[in-house]
């Protein structure tokens, strides 16, 4: 298991270069035999992403990533103390399937779990209309990663006002 | 941000002059290139070879493009996208709604 943490600033966020930081642990510490290209290319958009998150919408003043990688996972764990994502604030029912968002491509799902973590993933819908693009969604955000991951899990501490992003990629 | 390359009877081609193409500037682009068509009226061919980096801000912003160039009946063309930046459109099928070529003449020659 390797292990490192990346605290950045917002006040001297440079996305290229933090990201590729990331991009060059991930690189030096992956196991010989794993598809090196495709995961350093959903590392990158997943942490462009998540990075992107804690610029636009979180308010805060730092955000953590935490990179693991094991033999067959590469997991990326983002922390912050900003404002929760907004799902946070409806009451879903828990273990039941609610759609987020919704287009002529995709229909992203949360489902919120009895420990409070929100799981997402999606559906690819066949296009009956491909003329129907005011129908298209303008935010990506979520789905880039929900699409690069094979589990993507949310999580906020209503008491430390932690947010938790946690992505994991098996190969 | 932006650089008209050619303006054609049909088209204009156009170049992003950032290698980042991302939160900073999307909001910039998208107003620009929305501010072309309603002048030009005429579809836009987007040259990208430029662009290393691409994030869901400007992809958003793109989308907003061609939702307003769709509404005045013109289009919005990709060319010389990376592969990263072709990969990533790919993963959400945004290549399913726009019309992306390797390069400006593949796109004239269509």
């Keep these: ?171 | 941000m932006i650089k008209i390359i050619k303006d054609t009877e049909n088209h204009l081609l156009i170049e992003i002059e950032v290698s980042e193409a991302n939160l900073n500037n999307s909001d910039l682009f998208k107003a620009q290139v929305i501010q072309l068509l309603d002048r030009h009226e005429k579809t836009v061919i987007i040259d990208f070879n430029k662009v290393e980096y691409i994030d869901s801000s400007f992809l958003g912003a793109l989308v907003a493009i061609l939702k307003h160039a769709i509404g005045m009946k013109l289009d919005v063309i990709l060319v010389g996208l990376r592969n990263d930046v072709h990969d990533l459109l790919k993963l959400i099928r945004l290549d399913k709604v726009f019309k992306i070529f390797g390069n400006y003449n593949d796109a004239i020659n269509v």
């Design chain 1, 1 to 171: 298991m390797h292990n490192k943490q990346f605290e950045f600033l917002k006040s001297s966020y440079h996305l290229s270069s933090d990201i590729q930081e990331i991009l060059g642990f991930i690189n030096n510490e992956l196991p010989p035999a794993a598809p090196v290209a495709e995961l350093l290319f959903k590392a990158k958009i997943i942490v462009t992403e998540l990075l992107t998150n804690s610029l636009k919408h979180a308010g805060v003043n730092s955000t953590i990533i935490n990179v693991k990688i094991s033999e067959h996972d590469l997991s990326i764990i983002k922390i912050d103390f900003g404002n929760p994502l907004s799902l946070i604030q409806k009451n879903y029912p828990v273990n039941t399937k609610i759609p987020i968002s919704n287009d002529i491509l995709h229909t992203l799902y949360a489902i919120l779990d009895s420990g409070k973590n929100i799981h997402f993933f999606c559906d690819e819908i066949n296009m009956e209309d491909i003329l129907a693009v005011e129908n298209i969604v303008e935010h990506f955000g979520l789905l880039i990663i929900t699409k690069a991951a094979d589990k993507f899990t949310y999580h906020y501490n209503e008491q430390t006002k932690e947010n938790l992003f946690e992505i994991t990629i098996k190969f």
